[in-house]
């Protein structure tokens, strides 16, 4: 019998184990973070219903929905779209389950949630078809304040400051401003407004004379006028917290909208200020615009300042009313997602992620068969104490065991052969160094803990 070639579709990502360890401790970092900040963990089906994911809020992404079918519905193949269908993204999911459960939910509801998505999208290199998001969303009843807009900016740089993968920036803007704007110049028709935001959304990737040919081309048709003067709008930063301030105010009076959406950017900059991230760390930048149609007031992005050809690599806003296609009850919301798969390999890609160490601490040698039950003791003993420890099942030359560990990443292996047992003492072998010790049996424990904590602080 012919075998089946051993291969994973393209657009996943599977690790080898040091490389899964260090991915895992980036979900630790950002899970400990959300949990700081006092999220809630909510974790949703990564299933659901199609006419729930089907929503028209997803915007483009909709368009790369995988449906799911059982095997017995294959020859109702023809009977329309299929019952199910694999989430791709968890603000959707999340908008039916405060629905669902909005009756046992206390307001406002601060949940995170870290699963994997689904996407169809086009193979190509750094595009996932299966990833991990990372989000944290607060929901209101009735209405939400601004005041939830400043702590997510600070709920991000507390994240992204322990990740510790180089300096970085969070952008901000609001969609009342850019709207408000538009109508100012005569775009007042609101499907009009969102295709000018998608459009400007793609200024820091494809350059100012693409969105100005693209505004005065024969799909808007605006006027050269216009056009160059959306473009001097969204090529707005700021450099300091007073310098967003007067740039906000040197904008001009406008439309109602535009002075919502200047008053709560004002609003946001001067909390976030005061949840206590740095000035260095936060901007203004009116080209953020998201290209999801359900954002409605603040935007964010956040880039690397050292690789900006990665892109955002964390991105979210306010939504006035998600859920309004699953209840009559008016649940705004605000929130944030980080896409770690996608950011986890751009960073190894660039350099910036160290290979992880092994989770286990401590390899335990065999010396002689006979011994093993003193082995498996000395193991149960570490382990106790919060030593992670594995133990050589089969023996074999000792230079083979030290081997194995040093290619699974396990800095420190105990030998304990017959004159150790009879002395009443443990070898340690730090094969990081490529030195050993003797230290006595009642004092391995306390020993390990104090060269455990000192490799920790070495990195």
């Known amino acids: ?25 980036m979900l630790d970092v950002i899970r400990r973070n959300y949990e700081r900040f006092g999220f809630l963990p909510v974790e949703t089906p990564v299933i659901e219903y199609s006419d729930v994911l089907l929503t028209k809020t997803g915007g483009e992404t909709e368009r790369q929905v995988y449906f799911v079918q059982s095997t017995g519905a294959l020859d109702k193949a023809d009977e329309g779209t ?14 039916r389950y ?43 009843k009735d209405a939400l304040s601004v005041r939830y807009d400043a702590e997510i900016p600070a709920v991000i740089y507390s994240v992204f400051r322990e990740l510790d993968i180089g300096p970085f920036i969070i952008q901000l803007n609001n969609r009342k401003l850019m709207r408000g704007y538009f109508e100012s110049l005569g775009i007042v028709d609101g499907d009009q407004q969102m295709l000018v935001l998608r459009e400007v959304d793609k200024l820091d990737k494809r ?39 007067d740039k906000l105010d040197a904008l001009g009076a406008g439309p109602e909208a535009m002075e919502q959406g200047r008053a709560e950017l004002k609003e946001v900059l001067g909390l976030i200020h005061a949840f206590g991230v740095p000035q ?36 979210g806003g306010r939504y006035e009313n998600l859920a309004g296609q699953y209840t009559k009850s008016h649940l705004p919301g605000v929130g944030i997602s980080i896409g770690l798969t996608r950011l986890y390999w751009q960073l190894h890609d660039a ?40 133990v050589v099942l089969e023996g074999g030359k000792l230079g083979r065991q030290f081997k194995y560990a040093d290619r699974a990443g396990i800095r420190f292996v105990v030998v304990l052969g017959e004159d150790e047992l009879t002395r009443g003492v443990v070898t340690v072998k730090d ?19 104090v060269e455990l904590e000192q490799a920790a602080a070495m990195g």
């Open 431 to 449: 094969l990081r160094r490529e030195d050993q010790f003797e230290v006595a049996r009642s004092e391995l424990v306390k020993t390990l803990r």
């Open 207 to 245: 350059g100012a004379d693409y969105v100005r040919d693209t505004l005065t081309g024969a799909a808007f048709g605006l006027s050269a006028e216009v056009a160059q003067k959306i473009l001097a709008f969204v090529q707005v930063r700021s450099t300091s917290l007073q310098d967003a301030f």
């Open 98 to 140: 405060v629905a669902e459960h909005e009756r046992d939910l206390s307001f406002p509801f601060r949940r995170y949630q870290m699963q994997k998505v689904y996407r169809g999208e086009r193979a190509q290199r750094g595009r996932f078809r299966e990833f991990y998001q990372c989000d944290i969303d607060v929901i209101g």
């Open 351 to 390: 350099g910036l992620i160290d290979t992880a160490k092994s989770t286990v601490d401590v390899l335990v040698t065999q010396m002689d068969e006979a011994q093993l039950p003193a082995y498996l003791a000395l193991a149960s003993e570490l382990r106790g104490a919060g030593i992670a420890t594995e």
């Open 82 to 95: 299929p019952e199910l269908a694999l989430r791709f993204d968890l603000t959707v999911p999340l908008a």
């Open 280 to 315: 260095t760390h936060y901007a203004l930048n009116l080209s953020i615009a998201r290209g999801l149609d359900y954002y409605t007031g603040m935007v964010y992005e956040t880039t690397l300042n050292d690789h900006p050809q990665i892109g955002s690599i964390c991105s």
């Open 1 to 25: 019998m012919a075998l089946t070639p051993a291969r994973t579709m393209p657009g996943v990502l599977e690790l080898l184990p040091l490389d899964q360890i260090a991915f895992q401790r």
